[in-house]
């Protein structure tokens, strides 16, 4: 075993790739209650309740009832479609579901975004503080993360003035969140447009990651309200169907997906072949 572990070569990225802090606290309380202590999680954003008796129910039916093959590559098509209802019945807005990618999680749109976009030593802006996992994505894939360091005084988010001043000559892409992880800040429309047009502007793409924006209830969605990156022609956007403003939050059996861009037709081939 000892010869077998000298001779194992790991790649040279591994050296940039540290453990998930929040996965490794995960595992030593599973290992407490295991041996009979009683732990309250704290270190994983998911509820304490049980998967709600409606959802359940309807995976039994969905079991009993209908063929469980492979499925497309970008997703069932009724439940792309079911996405698309949701975006007109939401936010009045027309998104097809052909600009609908539904993934296995976010962490698997993440780096099928990043897969696309990135060539080896293509440059990633990032927040410092930001999702940990984001930085070691662009790493898997060849690709160089540039953290930058925010704070109070743009609400630890990315704006356009920071972002050009930190531009690179192999800046590819801009990542953000909003709300974000961890912080909770969130972008303005207006932000999210400038640095849009920053992205246009230097033939790069953004990235963004709004996978929590069903989790803000201080300013509920009105009815007509178009939601600000469902008519724009962003590059590639992460989200999770939401929950209703004053509802528990479902995270055990939300979807995760990618929405491309209006002006980005070839994204959805290039998912469609990774």
């Known amino acids: 075993m000892d010869d077998a572990r000298r001779l194992t070569h790991l790649a040279s990225r591994m050296a940039h790739i540290e453990a998930f802090e929040v996965m490794e606290i995960q595992t030593l309380a599973r290992q407490l ?11 994983i954003g998911e509820p304490d309740f049980r998967t709600p008796q409606p959802v359940v129910d309807a995976a039994k039916r969905a079991l009993d009832e209908q063929p469980m093959f492979y499925t497309s590559a970008l997703g069932i098509a009724p439940l792309r479609e079911a996405i698309a209802r949701f975006y007109a019945q939401r936010y009045e807005a027309e998104v097809p579901a052909s600009r609908i990618v539904v993934t296995a999680g976010s962490s698997a749109a993440l780096l099928l ?6 060539d080896e030593g293509d440059e990633v802006l990032l927040t410092d503080p930001s999702y940990p996992c984001d930085r070691h994505f662009v790493r898997a894939l060849g690709g160089v993360p540039k953290l930058i360091p925010v704070g109070p005084e743009s609400r630890y988010q990315l704006n356009a003035d920071i972002a050009r001043r930190n531009w690179g000559a192999r800046t590819r892409v801009v990542n953000v969140a909003t709300p974000s992880n961890p912080t909770g800040t969130m972008l303005t429309p207006d932000e999210i447009d ?25 300013e509920p969605v009105k009815p007509g309200e178009l939601h600000p990156h ?3 022609p962003f590059d590639l956007d992460i989200h999770r169907i939401p929950e209703r403003p004053g509802e528990p939050a479902h995270f055990h059996l939300d979807v ?12 959805g081939f290039a998912l469609d072949r990774l």
């Open 230 to 232: 469902a008519q724009r």
């Open 194 to 218: 400038g640095l849009a047009r920053l992205s246009r502007e230097k033939g790069a793409a953004l990235l963004v990651d709004e996978i929590y924006h069903g989790l803000v209830y201080d």
């Open 33 to 43: 209650e295991a041996g009979g202590r009683d732990v309250i999680h704290l270190e």
């Open 113 to 118: 975004a990043f897969g696309i976009l990135l």
């Open 256 to 267: 995760r997906y990618l929405l491309i861009g209006r002006g980005e037709p070839c994204a």
